[in-house]
């Protein structure tokens, strides 16, 4: 099966610093990346979809000026929380999906906690 | 928004029970996946079905998409502590946008 890395699995941050997060097909191209965020015992929520070298659409409620996305080649996306706030403190999944992929592979996910 | 209605949200059982969750929606998927994930982790794929009235199992795990391809059954018999964990549904629309159910929360007791 496709593999996926995502790094960091857990991170603690100060209020008001960023945080990036990095997600990795290891072994097929990414021509999609999906990125989720997830709280406790619930279901996942998607934040933005990105193709290779374009802009991130994001779902209605997500600040794009909050959450930056970068997928600039096919084998790396990278979310960066900008000015962390306690709030956002949650879990982030990704999932990468290309031609040889059909995207039912996730990433292992990053815990961050914003003090 | 299509939305997709696990229940039951919270299912606490003993070891060796069965017992069924539900995906519900009022929309038509081309296809619907089965995910468990474990506290900390992604999801982990189970299973995909994609034909209606479909039947898969899975060792103790069966699994079936109705006919109208709008809901699927995930039934566990003999539940063992490992089965733990949260188990979520995701139906397939145009394209390969995934819309994730609400999730049900399983709890083996030994």
């Known amino acids: 099966g496709a593999v996926v890395s995502q790094h960091p699995s857990w991170v603690i941050c100060k209020s008001g610093t960023s945080v990036k997060i990095e997600c990795r097909s290891l072994d097929f191209q990414a021509t999609t990346m999906f990125w989720y965020r997830q709280f406790p015992k619930q279901s996942l929520m998607l934040m933005a979809t990105?193709?290779?070298?374009?802009?991130?659409?994001?779902e209605q409620g997500v600040e794009k000026d909050k959450f930056l996305i970068n997928h600039a080649s096919l084998t790396l996306s990278t979310l960066t929380v900008t000015s962390a706030h306690p709030e956002d403190s949650s879990f982030y999944i990704c999932?990468?999906?290309?031609?040889?992929?059909?995207?039912?592979?996730f990433g292992s996910g990053t815990r961050l906690t914003v003090v | 928004t299509q939305l997709l209605e696990q229940s039951p949200q919270f299912l606490s059982i003993q070891e060796g029970e069965n017992l069924t969750v539900y995906c519900n929606s009022s929309?038509?998927?081309?296809?619907l996946q089965w995910y468990r994930q474990e506290p900390g982790e992604g999801p982990v794929l189970l299973v995909t079905?994609?034909?209606?009235?479909e039947v898969k199992k899975l060792k103790r795990l069966t699994f079936q998409f109705g006919d109208a391809r709008k809901d699927s059954s995930l039934h566990i018999t003999a539940a063992q502590p490992g089965d733990t964990g949260l188990y979520l549904c995701?139906?397939?629309?145009?394209?390969?946008?995934?819309?994730f159910g609400t999730g049900t929360s399983l709890t083996v007791i030994p």
């Open positions: 999932r990468p999906e290309g031609l040889a992929n059909y995207g039912y592979t």
């Open positions: 990105s193709n290779e070298g374009s802009k991130a659409t994001y």
């Open positions: 995701a139906g397939a629309a145009r394209g390969n946008q995934f819309y």
């Open positions: 929309s038509v998927f081309s296809s």
């Open positions: 079905v994609v034909t209606g009235g």
